[in-house]
């Protein structure tokens, strides 16, 4: 075999642009990249996931832990189509993302050969910034460079499509002559402050503002001194998005945590009644969660402009960098002296720490309640631990009941909340930081959905990683708890079992079967052993909880509207009636008399 093949230039280019691992699925139709890889002797490792879609899923994780270009490859026909899921989660999250899939041979394109499919057209709206299926090899150089550029460059999804024979042909640069592009590797990113007339009318409206509320998102997690430094000089409290969650720690009493459905009631309360926001780098979408319009002026910081003024009617807009434009805005800002307001915030925090405290421990009906699984995992977190979580009930509680400090990493699919991206999401970051414990939070549904056979890829890969500790928590309910939620609140109807109801899995032994360690919990007094066996184990463990599923994911505020529905759903019978409304009293009364024992 030629080792100056086309294939062999693009792994040697993806080295060049500082590719050290690609995650993916081999296939015939993307063979000649993959014995490009084997020829290179490890430059770039190559991880294999179970699935195409859960690569893609790693390859997205890989760019939010690292900051890195995340890479993922597959074969063609059903290999590419797989990628998707994954690739919509790093665009929806802004994630630089290089897909790269096989193709047909040149010559059989258009014939409905076996797993043709029209590529190009597929990936169009997912990696629309950048998608191209080179023909001859003196193309494929400035393919290559551009779609890491742009990737790079706009933190979004670009893509390759290699036809097979391309793959194998030999490499020849592009002739010096008219119809040739020469392109060359390298990419810095800028730092893009605001000018500073914009900066000055955006600390016009802070410095006049007596109830000042910060929302940050994802665009400020390298922003953490900043955020802190700005808050402090306004006396500003700070919520977080979601993806934003690692941005600011814990345990800073002015830190109000989530917002939204998801969210707590002290930052509910401080948008409420804030009279000025101050947002960064947060796409946050549900509009009903901020400030009513008019009632609090608004500046906002994103490096998008087309993120800006969107979810709130902004006062300023400011383009830049989170951290570059907090530091330049910090000078032209007052210190704020009251301290009313400051104090406001933190007396509601302490508050909320007493009802979730109180939350966690009530009782439920001989099940484990769902969130002290995570309220015993907090104070145990080793410093430096990632955290991730799936979509569904367990967001609940890594978003109210996790409390992260200084140093720790978290995430989880954020704009797309795909569910089954917790464990992709956690192998992609022990490889990306093999000494940091790793911790991943699943519900049953996305175990059962794909997640049950990425165990394969971590009992494949765990030996090598510096420190074994990862481990994966299954909260077992057997029903699909976020929709059924959604069912009875949202739209007023009992419980659908016959599509809420999934089978019970003993999760534990599949992960003894695998080579791993498994550890089953029903008895809520035994959490606090199981996370601690967990974190000191030799090898990677699942945890398995058997979780109450009629404990209520309660929004900070329950709208009338919502009250209606739950109304609803118990005038016309909800199979779990009893238990739901005894477990949803027990939640309310926590909120109302903090303290109080069930």
Known sequence: ???????????????????????????????????????ARGKIEFVQA?????????????????????????????????LLTGLYDARMDHMPVLAIAGQQARAALGAHYQQELDLVSMFKDVAGSYIQQPSVPGQVRHVVDRAVRIALSRRTVTAMVLPNDLQELEYEPPARKHGTAHSGVGYAAPEVVPREADLRRAAEVLNAGHRVAMLVGAGALHATDEVIAVAERLHAGVAKALLGKAAVPDDIPWVTGSIGLLGTKPTDEMMSACDTLLMVGSGFPYSEF??????????????????LSLRYPMDVSLVGDSAATLRALLPLLEQKEAASWRNRIIHAGERWQRVLEERARAATGGKVNPQRVVTELSPRLPDGAIVTSDSGSCANWYARDLQIRRGMMCSLSGGLASMGAAVPYAIAAKFAHPQRPVIALVGDGAMQMNNMAELVTVAKYWRQWENPCWICVVFNNEDLNQVTWEQRVMQGDPKFEASQDIPNVPYHRFAELVGLTGIYVDDPERLGEAWEQALTASRPVVIEVKTDPEVPPLPPH?????????????????????????????????????????
């Open 1 to 39: 075999m030629a080792t100056n093949t086309v294939s062999d230039f693009i792994i040697e280019r993806l080295y060049e642009w500082g590719v050290r691992r690609i995650f993916g699925y081999p296939g015939d139709g993307i063979n000649g990249m993959f014995g490009a890889l084997q020829r």
């Open 50 to 82: 179970r699935h195409e879609e859960m690569a893609a899923f790693m390859a997205s994780a890989h760019a939010k832990f690292t900051g890195e270009l995340g890479v993922c490859i597959a074969t063609s026909g059903p290999g590419a189509s797989h």
């Open 290 to 307: 901020l400030p009513k319009e008019g009632e609090a002026r608004a500046v906002q910081i994103d490096i998008d402009a087309g993120m």
């Open 558 to 598: 329950v709208t009338l509207e919502q009250a209606r529905h739950f109304a609803r759903t118990l005038m016309e019978g909800d199979p779990a009636e009893r238990s739901m409304i005894a477990n949803t009293a027990r939640q309310v009364m926590a909120s109302v008399i903090p303290g109080k024992k069930s």
